[in-house]
């Protein structure tokens, strides 16, 4: 029972017995004294009066203090009920404490507000090394280092000071030169009172989960790196680049974006070797990085694709760059001690944000390369709306291509190869037209489509076809003193069933393969040289000539040339067109012709028109001319007329 209870209940008694005191002294004199008469009997009253209060007042206390010690027995023997309980309880929390923090993993400690240790568990002593006797009492100067002691002392300072709980990760360095990293959690202790009187620490060791962390991150980086980065110019790889072009279209900042493809690297790559291929790419690089300032983003999408993003849209700005890039391109790169010539096609795109998405982007930009490419290479295109025009016409013309096939729109004209000395036709080279109901449409226009979609087979043994009826109606009239060149496109060469194809239309038109030339291009060969020289052997062993097409304008190396089966070498017109004026041309043409003769075999010049042309190329003893100084491609008919002719002539 409590203070003031006690004194409470104590109060209560003697206020009872003071007012029934003052009442009976008040009441019963009066009584008395009107009660007795005499003096003996007031006497006797009095006697009784006096017995009667005290066996009332002692019935009383007696009532009241039993009452009274009943209650503050029970009350007594309930309190002591219950320290014993809550003794208990404090000795069982006890234990539990002391279990929880002696087992505990993790070091736990306190310190009073000295700093001085007042609990170091089990965990704390075995990482520190010293037993928890040692360290009770001492500071962390005894256990750390004086930087680390100091540092530690930095921190118990903050939560005493701010007295709030705290966690934060740590490397701590032991005097016995240990390193690890903790988890630490500090705060303060706090008497009844309120009072700070020292700190508890919880410190986790996170060494081995900070190593795991440290190798994961590192492992990551070198991940991000190995799938970001080209391996050969370090340059970031296309995924880096889209990466990067998300970024500029969400800034929405204009920006310009450059794709460049290198202009037959494939096949300097094939014939010089991979490693050589790699010296050029690195070559490239340096190039472009000459070109292009710092701040530019460059690169490498594929193999012989580069990507360039410049933050800017100003086009005159582009194509300064893009003619100084084409300058840089015309000096030759030096691999191995040997000079090679290498160009870039190049295609631009200017986000305006016009392009809805980052792949109409990338699709412009590829389209533009892809036209400056058709250009001729060695050029640069803007992409602009006329492409959509000529994407459009790209379709139409694949799909009435097909209905072409059906209704006979495919005709093959045939164009004369003559003697510069004596004029005689030597030989003819059919050339296929379209007679579309919108006009004639060039094969220079539909061959490409027709590669692309694959109809070039279908066409191709088309042509074949009435190229070989056309060989044997004039060799069984006796007209023809020569071959019919036909004109083989790489797509269809390379297709496993040309050779069944070939051998079955000869069979179909009774024709001879000796009265065939086939007109394979420098491009038809590049891909697979081995593979392409064992089938023109199977095609020679045939009986059929081969001549390569284009010559000049395929990056050939000169170095296999002397392993082809050919007969036969046309000089591309574009080194021919005004030959009288272009010294470069001219040695072309010269080294061409040269390089014919040391190998044996015939030389012709394509697309002669002049007689500039004709006079240069008689000079240098070129075998036969082929264009319009002589004759225009013509049907069947007419051609047949000619040939008629020149036999008689
Ligand atoms: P190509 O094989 O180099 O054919 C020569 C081209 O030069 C022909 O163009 C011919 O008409 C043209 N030509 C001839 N002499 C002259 C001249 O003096 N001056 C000028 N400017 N041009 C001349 P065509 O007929 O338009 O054919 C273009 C190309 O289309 C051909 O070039 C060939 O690559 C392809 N081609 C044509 N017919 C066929 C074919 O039946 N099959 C395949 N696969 N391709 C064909
Ligand atoms: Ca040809
Ligand atoms: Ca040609």
């Not at 740590?170 to 706090?190: A, C, D, H, R």
């Not at 094939?270 to 530019?296: Q, T, W």
């Not at 081995?530 to 020679?540: R, W, Y």
Request: aromatic share 10%; charged share 25%.
């Amino acid at each position: 029972m409590n203070n003031i209870q006690s004194y409470k209940n104590a109060f209560l008694i003697s206020l009872i017995y003071f007012i029934f005191g003052v009442i009976w002294i008040a009441i019963s004199d009066n009584l008395v004294a009107q009660i007795a008469t005499k003096a003996d009997d007031l006497t006797l009253l009095q006697n009784y009066k006096g017995w009667f209060f005290i066996v009332v007042t002692t019935i009383f206390l007696y009532i009241l203090t039993y009452r009274f010690f009943k209650s503050s027995l029970l009350q007594y023997s309930k309190e002591i009920g219950l320290k014993k309980a809550h003794q208990k309880e404090i000795f069982k929390h006890d234990s539990l404490i002391r279990a929880i923090v002696n087992n505990s993993p993790d070091s736990i400690y306190a310190k009073d507000i000295q700093g001085r240790y007042i609990l170091f568990n089990e965990s704390s002593s075995s990482i520190i090394g010293m037993p928890k006797e040692e360290v009770i009492g001492e500071t962390d100067s005894l256990i750390f280092p004086d930087e680390v002691a100091s540092r530690v002392k930095e921190v118990d300072k903050k939560i005493l000071a701010t007295k709030l709980i705290q966690t934060h990760e740590e490397e701590i360095t032991t005097k016995s030169g240990v390193t690890k990293n903790f988890l630490v959690t500090k705060g303060p202790l706090f008497t009844e009172d309120g009072e700070v009187f020292g700190l508890f620490g919880i410190s986790r060791d996170i060494t081995e989960q900070k190593k795991h962390e440290k190798f994961l991150i590192d492992s990551k980086k070198e991940q991000y790196i190995l799938a970001h980065q080209d391996r050969l110019t370090k340059l970031p790889n296309r995924l880096h680049m889209t990466e990067y072009l998300d970024g500029k279209f969400v800034q929405k900042n204009p920006f310009s974006l450059i794709l460049l493809g290198l202009d037959g690297f494939k096949v300097i790559n094939d014939s010089y070797g991979h490693k050589f291929g790699d010296s050029l790419i690195i070559g490239a690089v340096e190039l472009l990085k000459s070109v292009f300032d710092k701040d530019s983003f460059i690169a490498r999408i594929g193999g012989d694709e580069f990507a360039i993003v410049l933050d800017s849209d100003d086009k005159e700005h582009i194509e300064f760059l893009m003619e100084k890039l084409k300058k840089n391109f015309n000096i030759p790169f030096v691999v191995d001690e040997t000079d090679v010539y290498i160009t870039a096609s190049l295609g631009i795109s200017i986000c305006d944000f016009s392009q809805k998405s980052l792949d109409e982007l990338l699709q412009e930009a590829d389209s533009a390369m892809y036209n400056a490419k058709k250009m001729g290479k060695n050029t640069y295109r803007f992409y602009d709306d006329t492409f959509i025009q000529e994407a459009l016409i790209h379709t139409q013309i694949a799909t009435n291509l097909k209905k072409a096939l059906q209704n006979d729109e495919l005709e093959l004209y045939y164009q004369s190869q003559n003697d510069p000395i004596n004029r005689k036709v030597v030989g003819v080279e059919a050339l296929l037209r379209w007679k579309s109901q919108e006009g004639i449409i060039s094969p220079a226009v539909f061959i490409p489509i027709a590669e692309e979609t694959g109809l070039i087979i279908e066409i191709g043994n088309l042509v074949l076809k009435q190229g070989c009826q056309a060989a044997t109606l004039w060799h069984q009239k006796g007209v023809l003193n020569g071959k019919v060149a036909i004109n083989i496109s790489p797509k269809q060469l390379s297709h496993p069933t040309f050779l069944q194809n070939l051998d079955n239309i000869i069979k179909e038109t009774k024709c001879e393969p000796e009265w065939i030339e086939l007109e394979v291009t420098e491009g038809s060969l590049m891909q697979n040289p081995s593979q392409a020289i064992l089938l023109l052997q199977h095609i020679k062993n045939r009986g059929f000539s081969i001549s390569m097409d284009d010559f000049g304008t395929g990056y050939s190396s000169l170095s296999y040339i002397k392993d082809l089966p050919i007969d036969k070498i046309k000089i591309d017109q574009s080194f021919i067109r005004n030959i009288k004026n272009d010294l470069k041309n001219q040695t072309i043409v010269k080294s061409t012709i040269s390089l014919a003769k040391g190998l044996s075999v015939i030389v012709l010049a394509e697309g002669v028109e002049t007689e500039d042309e004709l006079e240069f190329l008689k000079a240098e003893k070129i075998d036969f001319i082929q264009g319009y100084y002589y004759t225009q491609p013509m049907p069947l008919s007419e051609m047949e007329e000619l040939l008629i002719f020149n036999q008689s002539s």
